[in-house]
T-cell receptor
Framework: GAVVSQHPSRVICKSGTSVKIECRSL??????MFWYRQFPKQSLMLMAT?????????EQGVEKDKFLINHASLTLSTLTVTSAHPEDSSFYIC????????????FGSGTRLTVV | DQQVKQNSPSLSVQEGRISILNCDYT??????FLWYKKYPAEGPTFLIS?????DKNEDGRFTVFLNKSAKHLSLHIVPSQPGDSAVYFC????????????FGTGTRLQVTL
């Protein structure tokens, strides 16, 4: 089946530094990748939608300059948390639609970011 | 504004019995609904979905019911197994929105022996 590989699974960084999270579609081409974050005991909140070769579309309230999304190829999308602060600590998950016209979404395994 | 709600944060069911997880939505534009299962520190796993043109969809032990007039859907798991213990999210999608999913808050299901 379609697999999205997400790395790293867990990262601890110091305040002020930047962290890059990668999501790769292993056996299919992901023209669209969705990035979510989840706070403890809360829902998955969509942060942004990235489309290959174009700028990402951010949800209301999500800082574009803080959460940089790059979708340079059909198999790779990255989320960079810039100048991270403790309040950015969260669980970040990517998701891709397996093929156009279907609702077959597949999710990465998530990244637990802790900013100290 | 939580457009998809799961009002029960947790549910405990005995092994072999039926588990019923509920989900309510407020936006009548949603036309596709999905259920995901999630373990801690892992991404969600797709379980079952239903289009708004249907009122029931069944896949093995999982059945999803949709009541459009009540804006309510439910996931039935029967018989429940200990391996079903996880957090279950319902999600909804509107047409023409690049297939963005709006997730509910999740219900933690505990299947006991």
């Amino acid at each position: 089946g379609a697999v999205v590989s997400q790395h790293p699974s867990r990262v601890i960084c110091k305040s002020g530094t930047s962290v890059k999270i990668e999501c790769r579609s292993l056996d299919f081409q992901a023209t669209t990748m969705f990035w979510y974050r989840q706070f403890p005991k809360q829902s998955l909140m969509l942060m942004a939608t990235s489309n290959e070769g174009s700028k990402a579309t951010y949800e209301q309230g999500v800082e574009k300059d803080k959460f940089l999304i790059n979708h340079a190829s059909l198999t790779l999308s990255t989320l960079t948390v810039t100048s991270a602060h403790p309040e950015d600590s969260s669980f970040y998950i990517c998701s891709a639609r397996v093929r156009q016209g279907s609702y077959g979404y597949t999710f990465g395994s998530g990244t637990r970011l802790t900013v100290v | 504004d939580q457009q998809v709600k799961q009002n029960s944060p947790s549910l405990s069911v005995q092994e072999g019995r039926i588990s019923i997880l509920n989900c309510d939505y407020t936006n009548s534009m949603f036309d596709y609904f999905l259920w995901y299962k999630k373990y801690p520190a892992e991404g969600p796993t797709f379980l079952i979905s239903i289009s708004s043109i249907k009122d029931k969809n069944e896949d093995g032990r999982f059945t999803v019911f949709l009541n459009k007039s009540a804006k309510h859907l439910s996931l039935h798991i029967v018989p429940s197994q200990p391996g079903d213990s996880a957090v279950y999210f319902c999600a909804a999608s509107k047409p023409g929105t690049a297939s963005k999913l709006t997730f509910g808050t999740g219900t933690r299901l505990q299947v006991t022996l």
